[in-house]
């Protein structure tokens, strides 16, 4: 995309739509938009093309590798239920808004998908017996409040299995100059943001890949943990009896 298009897209109505005072007409509830219908991050249907390419052109994710998967923020579903057509076992979608894992339901129910799970939980205090092999952040990230960005990390690091437990996250929308980082959601974020976070909790960016969305130019991150710097975690896990 040249500087010329992206300028274009960045000045557009639609662009504009994405970021200015949705979420405002929803009074900052999360139901009440999807209730009202205010959700321009949802694709109607359409699974993140970053994440459709990572699992059928360049083969990164596998069933048989990640059986476990967990989504927080999940919406109406969509990647849970095409993770779920592509073979992978366990797929568990989280939303705070009944109103999007009702639809979410809904949809799986009208694709015949009986065995993927959508629960009403707010992430950062979510609780499970078992670990997950690939968590998903679509804008999950970029849509809670930055003072939140500590505990998301904290939740994904206590979240995903050690070693081998990976972690996609969409950046977008990439900050600007002209951006400020305190207006949203969607909040714009840089590729530094998630590094603020991630690594001192031991992950490691395995790939980074830019694509476009939106149309506009972002980015398909994704992380994996360190061993080292995940004993620490497990055994503070175990401590606190979980």
Known sequence: MTSLTRQIFRSSRFYQSQRRNFFEKADRDWDKAWKLGITPWDLKGTVIPALKQAVEEEQYLLPEKFQNILIPGCGSGYECIYLKEKGFQRVTGLDLSATAIETARQLATQKQITDVKFEVADFFNYKTSS????????????????????????????????????????????????????????????????????????????????????????????????????????????????
Not at 141 to 158: C, K, N
Not at 164 to 182: V, Y
């Open 131 to 242: 670990t997950f092999d690939f968590v998903l952040d679509y804008l999950f990230f970029a849509a809670i409040d930055p003072p939140l960005r500590s505990e998301w990390a904290t939740a994904v690091s206590s979240l995903i299995t050690p070693e081998d437990g990976l972690l996609a996250t969409l950046i977008f929308p990439i900050r600007t100059e002209a951006d400020d980082p305190n207006v949203g959601p969607p909040y714009p974020v840089l590729l530094d943001d998630y590094g603020k976070y991630l690594h001192p909790l031991g992950f490691e960016i395995v790939k980074v890949t830019q694509v476009t969305f939106y149309p506009l130019e972002t980015i398909f991150l994704i992380c994996q943990s360190y061993i080292i710097c995940r004993i620490p975690s497990l055994s503070s896990r175990e401590k606190a009896g979980r």
